[in-house]
């Protein structure tokens, strides 16, 4: 089985699970072992998924400006979590392959590999709503039509993805390409080099 194969498992079943109560405060009941790469995976898109629908709701234009504010502070939070799960499943492609031998004429990608399966889940959930679209049976022709057609636009960009993905690993473990990883130094989330928030001192 092929790493993304294995997010196709994961993935689905992370949106699936949030969506038996589609509530942005459901617990989450991780079922992968602690540590484990598997656990790693569906927590990252539980996050995602919760995300995308404090999104949609943070939209509403009668919401309360009081609760926006509180959402959005979620929301922060939310990113600097999935920012950091990023980082740990990049912190297990280094582990797995840290005694590659890297060829001379080795090459490095645009992203580490974990940045690019944050896209895939992402794409997961893009692919999960849109096909609730297709299925609204209180929308006109037209609007599933048009859904449809970006539907097949994001499957075929699952497909492509899912195969660059298993190919940069395989690259990597033969040594044809590195991993050089640049932590993400978000500076609104650090009192030290928010201005708003060094200058209250």
Known sequence: MTFTQICDHIFTKAINDYHVHD??????????????????????????TVQWHFEDIIRDPDINPVEALTLKRRIDKSNQDRTDLVEQIDTYFRELYANVTVAPDATINTESPAWA??????????????????????ADEAHVQKCQAKLNVLLEQRKDLSTAIDQLLA?????????KVYRQMKMYNDPSTNPILYQQK
Do not use: A
């Not at 942005?24 to 995602?48: A, H, M």
């Not at 896209?119 to 096909?131: A, E, V």
């Not at 690259?171 to 991993?179: A, F, L, R, S, V």
């Open 117 to 138: 399966v944050d896209r895939l889940s992402i794409l997961y959930l893009k692919i999960y709503h849109m096909k609730e679209q297709v299925e609204r049976t209180d």
């Open 171 to 179: 690259d990597i473990e033969q040594g044809k390409k590195y991993m």
């Open 23 to 48: 509530n942005v405060d459901t617990p989450i009941c991780n079922p992968f072992d602690e540590g484990s790469i598997e656990n790693r995976l569906y927590l990252k898109c539980w996050i995602d």
